[in-house]
T-cell receptor, first 117, second 111 residues
Framework: AQKVTQAQTEISVVEKEDVTLDCVYETRDTTYYLFWYKQPPSGELVFLIRRNSFDEQNEISGRYSWNFQKSTSSFNFTITASQVVDSAVYFCALSEETDQAGTALIFGKGTTLSVSS | DAGVIQSPRHEVTEMGQEVTLRCKPISGHDYLFWYRQTMMRGLELLIYFNNNVPIDDSGMPEDRFSAKMPNASFSTLKIQPSEPRDSAVYFC?????????FGEGSWLTVV
């Protein structure tokens, strides 16, 4: 069965600190997709990144970076030099491939990140 | 391009009333999803459609919930009769291939 675990419920940091959000997943499929979404206080869910199971390259986008390790079934998210605007709930999610990639997502419980100035 | 559009954004209704939430997916997307978010249960998939056909409704909590997708550009989620425990944020999302995009959510309060 699919499962996504975000063990960190809440994290508090001070601006400019680096922070890593952990995500561990379980799946029996060899082909799957991993996602991160951001939910700011306004409530919408914002897509951040998608990774397929065959691409273990780390990705960097500005202050954001993602580390995908199949050996440990982890897909961790690091924010470098955090800012107050990064305060949000961050969700890791998994979908397994059926006849078309990207069917229904299974979400973790989310990590609430609070960045103070 | 416009994103996923949901209405209403906020609704307060009395227990027992019918609630209809509406969703317009992104044009060209062939999958549509309804999710519910609560503090206790997090984000839960209720139902999803492919090419307007319901594929999996196992997440629909009970018969009071129903969803339809009469065409590729419109879907509804109906709760009848509504109960206080239905209070949640209901998200509609759509996808084509591998990335699911969410609407801004409909915040439902049943009093």
């Amino acid at each position: 069965a699919q499962k996504v675990t975000q063990a960190q419920t809440e994290i508090s940091v001070v601006e400019k600190e680096d922070v890593t959000l952990d995500c561990v997943y379980e799946t029996r499929d060899t082909t799957y997709y991993l996602f991160w979404y951001k939910q700011p206080p306004s409530g919408e869910l914002v897509f951040l990144i998608r990774r397929n199971s065959f691409d273990e390259q780390n990705e960097i986008s500005g202050r954001y970076s993602w580390n995908f390790q199949k050996s440990t079934s982890s897909f961790n998210f690091t924010i470098t030099a955090s800012q107050v605007v990064d305060s949000a709930v961050y969700f890791c999610a998994l979908s397994e491939e059926t006849d078309q990639a990207g069917t229904a997502l299974i979400f973790g419980k989310g990590t609430t990140l609070s960045v103070s100035s | 391009d416009a994103g996923v559009i949901q209405s209403p954004r906020h609704e307060v209704t009395e227990m027992g009333q019918e609630v209809t939430l509406r969703c317009k997916p992104i044009s060209g997307h062939d999958y549509l999803f309804w999710y519910r978010q609560t503090m206790m249960r997090g984000l839960e998939l209720l139902i999803y459609f492919n090419n307007n056909v319901p594929i999996d409704d196992s997440g629909m909590p009970e018969d009071r919930f129903s969803a339809k997708m009469p065409n590729a550009s419109f879907s509804t989620l109906k709760i009848q009769p509504s109960e206080p425990r239905d209070s949640a944020v209901y998200f509609c999302a759509s996808s084509f291939w591998d990335t699911i995009y969410f609407g801004e959510g409909s915040w439902l309060t049943v009093v």
